[in-house]
Each structure stands twice: as C-alpha cells, then as structure tokens.
C-alpha cells in the first residue's frame, strides 16, 4: 500500500517571501502521479499542481513548483512571493497510474504573515 | 462547469439513525469519487464509480456503508446506523476520466450526537 508523509504539521512564512513544503512517499510502483491540493478554511480543496513520475522536469505553476526527487521518493512544494491568500491546509497526494483514487498526507498548515 | 456540488452541507444526526449525502459531480465527468476527512487529518478514499460502475471500495467501507450512482450522473452515500466515530467531513469529488485532475465539492459535514 502505498504511504503519503507530510512531516510538518505547520509552517509560517513572512508574505512576499518563500516557503518550502515537505512531502515523502512510499510506494513500489514506478508509474504514478503525484499532487499538492489546497484547502483554505471551510472552502473546498483546489489542486495546486500536479507531477508526472515519468516526466524528470519539475513542474512549475506560476508562483508554485516542486522538487521531485524520484529516487529518494520526495516531493516538495515551493511557494514563491507568498500572498496572504495562499494561507490554508496543504495536502500532498499520490496517484497510482492504475487506480483512481488519491492518497492524502495529514497536510501542512501554512499560515503567512502581514 | 458549475463544480461539484454536494448536499446538504451539514447533517447532525442521532446515533443508531440513518443519513444519505448527495453528490452532483461537473456534467459528464465519468469517473466520481468518495472520500472522508476528519478533524486535523487528510481525505482518505472510501469508494469510486465510472459511469455507474462501483470500480473500487476501500476496507473503510463498512457493511454500513452503501454508495450508488443509478445513471452514472449524481451519487448517493448512504450510513446506516451511524455510530460516533462516522463523524467527519464526506467529500465528493470528480473528473474526466482517470487521468485527469479530481475537482472536490464543498463537503457535507456529518456530527453524530
């Protein structure tokens, strides 16, 4: 079965700056797809962005990119020029290339500062 | 594309009684989704259908649990007997199909007193 481990419970971050989100993964499937989700406080979850295991280029989203690092089964996300509206829950999740359903971590919650 | 929409929002039930959730997922997305989130932690799967076919159910799903989707449009989740612990946020959402991104409704959140 495949595991999703997001090690920080919280993070803060001064807005305009950046912040580094960490996610790992457990799985013995090479093919797979892996997210970061948003959830702001009782609003849905929106996805953020979105890895291809097979593509080794990280994949970008305006301020939002990640560093995918397949061998060492990481995936983190960086949020470049924090705004006061990136504040919410994040999720890391995993995607079988052969299942549907996704895999969440516990998420971070990431609070930026004025 | 009106998003998934998901009724009623909150439900606040008796122990040992019975509740159904609606999801509406985007017009003619194929695949839908069921998932439950509790307080502090992330969704985890419950069930998944294309079109009308129920593909998937996770060991979560409890003989209590029942889901359908009659016409492969809207889905029903169904708990019977609730007991404290269904208490949690059931989240509904869809996509195109298998590869594309899942978009998630707003929630129908169940309280058990």
């Known amino acids: 079965a495949q595991t999703v481990t997001q090690s920080q419970p919280e993070m803060s971050v001064q807005e305009a700056e950046t912040v580094t989100l960490s996610c790992t993964y457990d799985t013995s499937e090479s093919d797979y797809y892996l997210f970061w989700y948003k959830q702001p406080p009782s609003r849905q979850m929106i996805l953020v962005i979105r890895q291809e295991a097979y593509k080794q280029q990280n994949a970008t989203e305006n301020r939002f990119s990640v560093n995918f690092q397949k061998a060492a089964k990481s995936f983190s996300l960086k949020i470049s020029d924090s705004q006061l509206g990136d504040a919410a829950m994040y999720f890391c999740?995993?995607?079988?290339?052969?299942?549907?359903?996704?895999?969440f971590g516990s998420g971070t919650q990431l609070t930026v500062l004025p | 594309d009106t998003g998934v929409s998901q009724n009623p929002r909150h439900k606040i039930t008796k122990r040992g009684q019975n509740v159904t959730f609606r999801c509406d997922p985007i017009?003619?997305?194929?695949?839908l989704y069921w998932y439950r989130q509790t307080l502090g932690q992330g969704p985890e799967f419950l069930t998944y259908?294309?079109?009308?076919?129920?593909?998937?159910k996770s060991r979560l799903l409890s003989d209590r649990f029942s889901a359908e989707r009659p016409k492969g449009s809207f889905s029903t989740l169904e708990i019977q007997r609730t007991e404290q612990g269904d208490s949690a946020m059931y989240l509904c959402?869809?996509?195109?199909?298998?590869?594309?991104?899942?978009?998630f409704g707003d929630g129908t959140r169940l309280s058990i007193l």
């Open positions: 017009s003619e997305h194929n695949r």
């Open positions: 259908f294309q079109n009308e076919a129920q593909l998937e």
């Open positions: 999740a995993y995607r079988s290339a052969f299942w549907g359903q996704l895999t």
């Open positions: 959402a869809s996509s195109l199909d298998p590869d594309r991104p899942q978009h």
